[in-house]
T-cell receptor
């Protein structure tokens, strides 16, 4: 158990809908990362938050947004869903302190199926 | 830009044998970190091992070791005495280090993965 929790585990929804994925980082971790894993794109970085502020953006669509709350949990909002958004969405957390890279610990993922 | 290449889409290995999973990387950054993750069929991503670009010794974690050859830009994962539970997808990844003045670079760039199957 990595200590990172994600809900829900599975999500099935229709095209055009909006969903929210939730992540709670490991205790004490300030950085939260969102990744998307799909068959055609592999594992891709979406966005990072550090202590409530957006830190970096990757290949995140404009239809997607995220935020990190004062208690450090994060939510990824996906709107106007398309079939191609079906994927496994991971949240990861790390200590986020200065220095060389720290390992990121991944949550169990949310499997999103858009029908 | 950082790039990770894993050239072995799949490998079959006899139980108890050692296995080497290949990973090469490309980056112009002088400082970087290299990681290996395991993804079993259940889907979770499990952190295995980390190697910093300035580390003098190869990283080891139990049965896992990272064969780091900086000049060749390779970071192969070696699993000793393989077990049936080692059957999974394995991903190599890299990131840049975070500093007080250079934020937002810690995102992981992943390779395409190697599917390892251990044969009894």
């Amino acid at each position: 158990d990595s200590g990172v929790t994600q809900t829900p585990k599975h999500l099935i929804t229709a095209t055009g809908q909006r969903v929210t994925l939730r992540c709670s980082p490991r205790s004490g971790d300030l950085s939260v990362y969102w990744y998307q894993q799909s068959l055609d794109q592999g594992l891709q970085f979406l966005i990072q938050y550090y202590n409530g502020e957006e830190r970096a953006k990757g290949n995140i669509l404009e239809r997607f947004s995220a935020q990190q709350f004062p208690d450090l949990h994060s939510e990824l909002n996906l709107s106007s869903l398309e079939l191609g958004d079906s994927a496994l969405y991971f949240c990861a957390s790390s200590a986020g302190t200065s220095g060389f890279s720290y390992e990121q610990y991944f949550g169990p993922g949310t499997r999103l199926t858009v029908t | 830009a950082q790039k990770i290449t894993q050239t072995q889409p799949g490998m079959f290995v006899q139980e108890k044998e050692a296995v080497t999973l290949d990973c090469t990387y490309d980056t112009s950054d002088p400082s970087y970190g290299l990681f290996w993750y395991k993804q079993p069929s259940s889907g979770e991503m499990i952190f295995l091992i980390y190697q910093g670009s300035y580390d003098q010794q190869n990283a080891t974690e139990g049965r896992y070791s990272l064969n780091f050859q900086k000049a060749r830009k390779s970071a192969n994962l070696v699993i000793s005495a393989s077990q049936l539970g080692d059957s999974a997808m394995y991903f190599c990844a890299m990131s840049r280090p975070q500093t007080w003045t250079d934020f937002g670079n810690e995102k992981l760039t992943f390779g395409t993965g190697t599917r390892l199957t251990i044969i009894p």
